[in-house]
């Protein structure tokens, strides 16, 4: 099990910049989430996608902001233009569909907008 | 409005003692409830799960209680080890409305002294 890939792992980019982070959910899970730490706010849902459809952005800040998920082993999430309250830790999560399955959570990426 | 609370940014405790983290929440639909542990620089992996027809699951060293009325509930780590050091997250989710919705605590992070 090779669990939830995420890359990448770090990114440091200037103001205005367009970003894009990556995540493979684990092979067999239907559910995929995108989540962002930040010390003030913890752990945020930015978006669900079920079946590769989303499901719910309501979390998503601003239009900067956007998701995809073209099939089941892959998805992005693109900020555009990228802003310095961007910086935060942004973690992909998958899971099956059963209501008492946990998220597993990728290792996240750390994004710096200077 | 922070539906889970937890109160205690910060334990420390020494090896071989117990370690008990503690976790409030206000929205009495949550009927589900997640351990969540982090070390530094990875993502958060699941620890234990209590269903609220429950009062007391156990994992080994690990056991979440479970207090409806008072709507808390509490992690309990015996004995603890230096490799427990890590942040706890407590998470809840509802059947109603968003059944997908983790709704995360800000973390505890605890310190286990050799």
């Known amino acids: 099990d090779a669990g939830v890939i995420q890359s990448p792992r770090h990114e440091v980019t200037e103001m205005g910049q367009e970003v894009t982070l990556r995540c493979k959910p684990i092979?067999?899970?239907?559910?995929l989430f995108w989540y962002r730490q930040t010390m003030m706010r913890g752990l945020e849902l930015l978006i669900y996608?079920?079946?590769?459809?989303?499901?719910?952005d309501s979390g998503m800040p601003e239009d900067r902001f956007s998701a995809k998920m073209p099939n089941a082993s892959f998805s992005t999430l693109k900020i555009q233009p990228s802003e310095p309250r961007d910086s935060a830790v942004y973690f992909c999560?998958?899971?099956?569909?059963?209501?008492?399955?946990?998220?597993?959570f990728g290792n996240g990426t750390r994004l710096t907008v200077t | 409005d922070q539906q889970v609370k937890q109160n205690s940014p910060s334990l420390s405790v020494q090896e071989g003692r117990i370690s008990i983290l503690n976790c409030d929440y206000t929205?009495?639909?949550?009927?589900?409830f997640l351990w969540y542990k982090k070390y530094p620089a990875e993502g958060p992996t699941f620890l234990i799960s209590?269903?609220?027809?429950?009062d007391k699951n156990e994992d080994g060293r690990f056991t979440v209680f479970l207090n409806k009325s008072a709507k808390h509930l509490s992690l309990h780590i015996v004995p603890s080890q230096p490799g427990d050091s890590a942040v706890y997250f407590c998470?809840?989710?509802?059947?109603?409305?968003?059944?997908?919705?983790?709704?995360f605590g800000k973390g505890t992070l605890l310190t286990v002294n050799p």
């Open positions: 996608f079920n079946n590769n459809v989303p499901i719910d």
């Open positions: 092979s067999g899970h239907n559910s």
């Open positions: 998470a809840a989710k509802s059947k109603g409305g968003s059944n997908y919705k983790l709704t």
């Open positions: 999560a998958s899971t099956d569909s059963s209501y008492n399955s946990p998220l597993h």
């Open positions: 209590i269903s609220s027809i429950k």
């Open positions: 929205n009495s639909m949550f009927d589900y």
